[in-house]
């Protein structure tokens, strides 16, 4: 049985809320799609995929949002649809002086590209759509 959402909204705390933002806002080209400040001690910032029903959403308590990143293996992946978008994705990214890691799991070789965001959370660039 499948059930079908209508939109998927993916919440981490962080301690760096200034600098997360300008990664996915400037580094990434995601739209800021909303925010909030001082709701029950609570910054935060919603951001969309355009094009998409996803959004990222990060908040920061005003006693702190430790949010130490897990293994290098957990993953946001970001798929373009066309060499084009993706070559101007990886331009962006570089842009604002980000440079790619190395992948924890080699099976990311070749399909497309990791940064890491100021909370050391990684993002892969992947060339290509998903296909099963």
């Not at 909030?36 to 908040?59: R, V």
């Not at 070559?87 to 497309?112: C, D, F, M, R, T």
Request: net charge negative.
């Amino acid at each position: 049985m499948s059930i079908a959402a209508a939109q998927v909204r993916i919440a981490r705390p962080t301690d760096k809320l200034k600098q997360v933002t300008e990664f996915y806002n400037m580094a990434l080209g995601m739209p800021i799609i909303g925010s909030f400040s001082g709701h029950d001690g609570y910054d935060g910032i919603m951001l969309g995929i355009k094009g998409a029903n996803i959004h990222l959403e990060f908040t920061q308590h005003i006693n702190g949002s430790p949010c130490p990143a897990p293994s290098l293996d957990n993953l946001l992946v970001i798929y373009y649809a066309t060499e084009e978008e993706y070559n101007a994705a990886v331009e962006l990214i570089e842009s604002h002086g980000h440079q790619p890691v190395a992948p924890e799991n080699e099976y990311w070789l070749g399909k497309g590209l990791i940064y890491e965001d100021p909370d050391g959370w990684r993002v892969v660039l992947f060339n290509g759509l998903y296909s099963n």
